[in-house]
């Protein structure tokens, strides 16, 4: 049968279901009012997930939101200096971090609390297994980071997914 125009692929609408959105704000403004800068912290894949597997929001969100700009940072590369960079490219616009697991990964933690310290009304999105949602003045937990994970909540930054 054909598909309906209406139809949702059922990984993206169980994706945006999972949503759990946590806003310690009353300043804090969904959907973004223009492109952000996005910085993903990027954790190394475990041995159950191929290297190559797209995730994160800046690569969805950037087609709903043109503009928008990513930084991706990992282990080695998160340090100070890249964390003062990124907060630099952020200067006059909004500024999403990505992190996956971050409860598991110590310098992701490191580095999400230096950007939060500069830059209090950042929207964190935690993707895969949530650990905090008193994090940033909105917090987005996806609850997976599949690719679809991360497209739900592109939607929900870029206002075109209200939940």
Request: proline share 9%; charged share 20%; hydrophobic share 45%.
């Amino acid at each position: 049968a054909p598909a309906r125009p209406d139809d949702v692929p059922i990984g993206l609408a169980a994706a945006r279901r999972a949503l759990r959105i946590t806003r310690r704000s009353a300043s804090a403004v969904l959907p973004l009012p223009a492109p952000p800068h996005v910085v993903e912290l990027a954790p190394e894949m475990n041995l159950a997930i191929e290297k190559d597997t797209p995730w994160g929001v800046g690569e969805p969100l950037g087609k709903l939101l043109p503009g928008t700009t990513v930084t991706r940072l990992n282990a080695s590369t998160a340090t100070g200096g890249a964390v003062e960079s990124v907060l630099a490219s952020a200067v006059d616009r909004p500024l999403v971090a990505v992190v996956r697991d971050a409860h598991r990964h110590p310098w992701q933690t490191d580095a999400l609390n230096h950007l939060l310290a500069a830059r209090p009304d950042t929207v964190v999105v935690e993707m895969g297994l949530p650990g905090r949602s008193d994090l940033g003045a909105v917090h987005i937990a996806t609850h997976g980071s599949a690719k679809v994970c991360g497209q739900a909540a592109a939607e929900v930054l870029a206002g075109d997914l209200r939940l």
